[in-house]
């Protein structure tokens, strides 16, 4: 059974900066390519970056590249999201995901195999 768990959400001013973290259990987390999205109240997931198993392949679209940067340790068994230069339309619940031998290309919900519950960041102007 494999079970992500995000944290490090919260309240932050314009041009500030916050770090996820989405914490990963069960076995195998050197495998998984993981991603995480976004989603506010009556949109679509919106992807946000992905990595890959290895944790030497990001993707960003332009509306985060350059603000944001995935990490992935696999001693930990942790992915890392660090945001900066946050903008009011960060706003959203942001997820992770997982999916097994990811390679860092999947921007697609339906993609992942596995989710968090998500963890609201909230940019004020």
């Known amino acids: 059974q494999v079970q992500l768990v995000e944290s490090g959400g919260g309240l932050v001013q314009a041009g500030g900066s916050l770090r996820l973290s989405c914490a990963v259990s069960g076995r195998s987390f050197g495998t998984y390519g993981m991603a995480w999205f976004r989603q506010t109240p009556g949109k679509a997931r919106e992807f946000v970056a992905t990595i890959n198993w290895s944790g030497d392949k990001t993707y960003y679209p332009h509306s985060v590249k350059g603000r944001f940067t995935f990490s992935k340790d696999n001693t930990k068994n942790t992915g890392y999201l660090q945001m900066n230069s946050l903008k009011p339309e960060d706003t959203a619940i942001y997820y992770c995901?997982?999916?097994?031998?990811?390679?860092?290309?999947?921007?697609?919900?339906?993609?992942?195999?596995?989710w968090g519950q998500g963890t609201q960041v909230t940019v004020s102007s």
């Open positions: 995901a997982a999916m097994q031998y990811g390679i860092g290309t999947a921007v697609l919900p339906n993609e992942y195999s596995y």
